[in-house]
């Protein structure tokens, strides 16, 4: 839903506002596995389509991951989730994606990262950074 209201000049903007650079970040889609989507199609329809668009901007520095819902606006803050409580990170990548998986205190979260898409511009370039700088890890 971001994509619809949010232009990459915007997400740009807010990110520098707030971090004070706007090179460490990912905008990504949440992602469930194949089997959990056709659960959650089959069981809850409408909840399956806002649940599949969702949006968040993935800020990495050296104190962790900052997430944020941009589905619908940009305004609100940042979710932080420390290094320390963040295991098992892993980049899968596909043709013109990536998965991104980590666990966070016990729940495993899934993100894809587009590369294509004018909205998605940089995406590409941003992970190559992160993975090279061991995602700004300390």
């Known amino acids: 839903m971001g994509l619809l209201w949010n232009t990459t000049n ?16 990912l905008l990504v889609n949440k992602y469930n596995a ?13 909840y399956y ?18 997430e944020k819902d941009t589905s619908g606006t940009l305004k609100g803050q940042f979710l932080m989730m420390p290094w320390h409580e ?13 998965i991104l998986t980590f666990t966070h205190l016990g729940k495993k979260l899934s993100y894809e990262i587009p590369f ?17 700088a061991r995602w700004n890890r300390i």
């Open 10 to 25: 915007e997400i740009d903007d807010k990110v520098r506002e707030i971090f004070g650079d706007a090179e460490h970040y």
């Open 34 to 46: 194949p089997a959990k989507r056709l659960a959650q199609l089959l069981l809850w329809g409408l």
């Open 49 to 66: 389509l806002w649940d599949n668009t969702r949006q968040y901007i993935l800020y990495f520095d050296a104190k962790g991951i900052s």
């Open 86 to 98: 963040i295991e098992d990170l892993t980049v899968e990548r596909k043709r013109n994606r990536a």
């Open 116 to 132: 294509t898409g004018p909205i998605y511009k940089g995406n590409d370039t941003r992970l190559e950074r992160l993975e090279r």
